[in-house]
């Protein structure tokens, strides 16, 4: 990362189910080329957190800056593409045509598509329906999908879920190649992934930012200065 300039700010974001608080006013921000992870327990308020930055779920207060100016739900997709976890687009179409829908709506050349079709090894099922894909290769599409679009920040769910670990250490270099022109949020459940990719980290517990900041300053707040994010993880949780 060499531009230090803030991209995104998140302000006192708060969401509440009847009487259970999500979210419980949580401040971040993400600097341009960052790679940013998200981790926590289940049921931290991981996801809630995702939807409300793209404006999928209704936060009940707080405030999302994009490069200072204030961004309403409404207008986050002019800046995020989100991925959700779990899905499975157009499951009736060839990956082929899907690929090549998402390169067309957003006015990329066919060069570029098949550059990133060949760096997440998508040919050998190109003409495979999206219901027919393994894991594996259902995950390599969604990413593919991701790369095929001109939002500024990436918000990926689960990224190197389905992958084995030569798998996951082949789309971390990808990702941050794609980090060096955009910024990612990455929500990521193996702590060894998120050490390994994340320049910073945001822990969250019951909805509450127990820790923000490099792996050496959650280290530093949970007293144990050359801990691993496992130790880290365990020692504010």
């Given at each position: 990362?060499?531009?230090?300039?803030?991209?995104?700010?998140?302000?006192?974001?708060?969401?509440?189910?009847?009487?259970?608080?999500v979210l419980a006013e949580v401040?971040?921000?993400?600097?341009?080329?960052?790679?940013?992870?998200?981790?926590?327990?289940?049921?931290?308020?991981?996801?809630?957190?995702?939807?409300?930055?793209?404006?999928?779920?209704?936060?009940?207060?707080?405030?999302?800056?994009?490069?200072?100016?204030?961004?309403?739900?409404?207008?986050?997709?002019?800046?995020?593409?989100?991925?959700?976890?779990?899905?499975?687009?157009?499951?009736?179409?060839?990956?082929?045509?899907?690929?090549?829908?998402?390169?067309?709506?957003?006015?990329?050349?066919?060069?570029?598509?098949?550059?990133?079709?060949?760096?997440?090894?998508?040919?050998?099922?190109?003409?495979?329906?999206?219901?027919?894909?393994?894991?594996?290769y259902r995950r390599r599409l969604?990413?593919?999908?991701?790369?095929?679009?001109?939002?500024?920040?990436l918000i990926l769910d689960e990224?190197?879920?389905?992958?084995?670990?030569?798998?996951?250490?082949?789309?971390?270099?990808?990702?941050?190649?794609?980090?060096?022109?955009?910024?990612?949020?990455?929500?990521?459940?193996?702590?060894?992934?998120?050490?390994?990719?994340?320049?910073?980290?945001?822990?969250?517990?019951?909805?509450?930012?127990?820790?923000?900041?490099?792996?050496?300053?959650?280290?530093?707040?949970?007293?144990?200065?050359?801990?691993?994010?496992?130790?880290?993880?365990?020692?504010?949780?």
């Amino acid at each position: 990362m060499t531009d230090r300039t803030t991209l995104l700010t998140v302000r006192r974001l708060a969401k509440r189910y009847g009487d259970a608080e999500v979210l419980a006013e949580v401040d971040f921000d993400l600097r341009p080329g960052e790679i940013l992870g998200i981790i926590g327990p289940n049921g931290a308020g991981k996801t809630t957190l995702m939807e409300c930055l793209a404006g999928l779920l209704p936060a009940d207060s707080g405030e999302v800056r994009v490069r200072g100016e204030p961004l309403p739900p409404a207008r986050r997709r002019e800046a995020m593409f989100y991925l959700p976890d779990g899905i499975a687009p157009w499951s009736d179409q060839a990956v082929w045509r899907v690929t090549g829908l998402f390169r067309k709506l957003h006015g990329f050349d066919p060069a570029r598509e098949a550059v990133v079709v060949g760096r997440l090894e998508l040919s050998p099922v190109l003409g495979k329906r999206v219901a027919e894909l393994s894991k594996g290769y259902r995950r390599r599409l969604l990413l593919a999908l991701a790369l095929l679009t001109p939002q500024p920040i990436l918000i990926l769910d689960e990224p190197f879920d389905g992958f084995d670990l030569r798998q996951t250490l082949h789309v971390m270099d990808l990702l941050r190649e794609v980090a060096r022109e955009r910024a990612l949020i990455l929500s990521i459940h193996q702590l060894k992934d998120a050490e390994r990719i994340c320049d910073r980290l945001l822990l969250l517990n019951a909805g509450r930012r127990l820790g923000f900041g490099t792996l050496a300053d959650l280290a530093a707040q949970a007293g144990a200065a050359h801990a691993d994010l496992e130790e880290v993880f365990l020692g504010l949780t």
